[in-house]
C-alpha cells in the first residue's frame, strides 16, 4: 500500500521544541515544522531503525528483518527517495511514531537518544542508510535467493569492514563491495580482519586490521584503482595491505596467493 508522506522543514534535527512535540505527539499537528512537499513510497510497514545495541544474533536478525523488508517494500522506489535522510525521518516520525516508541523505548528519556536513534545524520553511521546500500546493492548484484541470502550473511559476518567500506566514496559501489568481502570469505581472514592491531603504540586504541586494510587502499588511490580491479588483483591488493600490520606468511598457503 503506498503511502504520502509531508516532508519536514530543515533544523528539526537539533530542535528542542520538536523533540518535545513529538513526546507529545504533537509534530503532525504544527505546519510550521512542514514544508508543501509531499513524496510517495511503495509501502507503510515500518522497520528495525537502530541496531546498535543487543547480542549479535539479535542485532543480526534486526539487519536481516531489515533488508526483507527494504527489498520486498522500497527498494523499488525512486533512488532519490531512499537515500534521503528527511524522506525516512518525516515517515517514521509522521507515521511510525508508536512503532518507533515501543521499539525503542529510550527515545522518551532525552533527545540525545532520540536524535541518536531516530533522526540521525544520514551517513555510514547510520543505520537506516547501512541497510538500504547493502539491499541495494545486494538485489542489484545477486540473481538468485541463495546468492542474496549468502551477501546479506558476508555483509553482516564482517560488519566493521562494511562500515568501513561505505565510508569511503571511492569504494561506495556494490561491485567493489562485494567482491571485496567474497575475497574475505574465500581467504577465510574474517576474524582477522575483525581483531584488534596490538603492540602497535603509533596506531590507535581500537584499530582493527580490516579498517586498515581499507585505509591501506583509500590511501594508495588512485594509484592503485581498486575499485576498479579484477577479483585476482584486488585479491593481491588486499593480502599486501594485511601484510603492513598482520604476516600473512602464518596464513595457509591455500589462502595465500601472494
Known amino acids: 500500500m503506498e503511502v504520502k508522506i509531508r516532508l519536514l522543514k530543515k533544523g528539526y534535527r537539533k530542535n528542542k521544541a520538536f523533540y518535545q512535540d513529538f513526546i507529545t505527539n504533537k509534530i503532525i499537528e504544527k505546519d510550521e515544522y512542514f514544508t508543501d512537499k509531499i513524496i510517495t513510497l511503495p509501502s507503510h510497514k515500518p522497520f528495525p531503525i537502530y541496531m546498535g545495541k543487543g547480542s549479535d544474533s539479535q542485532r543480526k536478525e534486526e539487519f536481516l528483518q531489515a533488508f526483507c523488508i527494504l527489498a520486498d517494500h522500497y527498494i523499488t522506489s525512486n533512488r532519490d ?22 521499539k525503542y523505548p529510550s527515545i522518551l528519556e532525552g533527545q540525545n537518544h ?42 553482516l559476518d564482517n560488519l566493521d569492514v562494511y562500515n568501513y567500506i561505505i565510508k569511503y566514496e571511492i569504494f561506495r559501489n556494490k561491485d567493489f563491495l562485494l567482491k571485496l568481502l567474497k575475497i574475505i570469505d574465500e581467504l577465510e581472514i574474517s576474524p582477522i580482519m575483525k581483531a584488534k592491531i596490538k603492540d602497535r603504540p603509533n596506531l590507535g586504541k581500537d584499530e ?12 594508495s588511490y ?34 595465500v596467493t601472494i
Open 222 to 255: 588512485p594509484v592503485v584503482m581498486a575499485p576498479m580491479l579484477e577479483e585476482d588483483e584486488l585479491k593481491e591488493e588486499i593480502l599486501r595491505a594485511l601484510n603492513l600490520y598482520y604476516d600473512i606468511s602464518t596464513l595457509s598457503i591455500s589462502r
Open 208 to 219: 582493527r586490521y580490516g579498517r586498515r586494510v581499507i585505509f591501506e587502499l583509500n590511501k
Open 81 to 102: 527517495l531512499h537515500l534521503d535522510e528527511v524522506v525516512w525521518h518525516s515517515y517514521f516520525l509522521t507515521h511510525h511514531r508508536d512503532y518507533l516508541i515501543n
Open 114 to 155: 532520540f536524535e541518536n536513534i531516530v533522526t540521525k545524520a544520514f551517513d555510514w553511521e547510520n543505520y537506516i542508510y547501512k541497510c538500504v546500500l547493502a539491499t541495494e546493492y545486494v538485489e542489484d548484484y545477486a540473481n538468485t535467493s541463495e546468492e542474496k541470502e549468502y551477501y546479506y550473511q558476508l555483509i
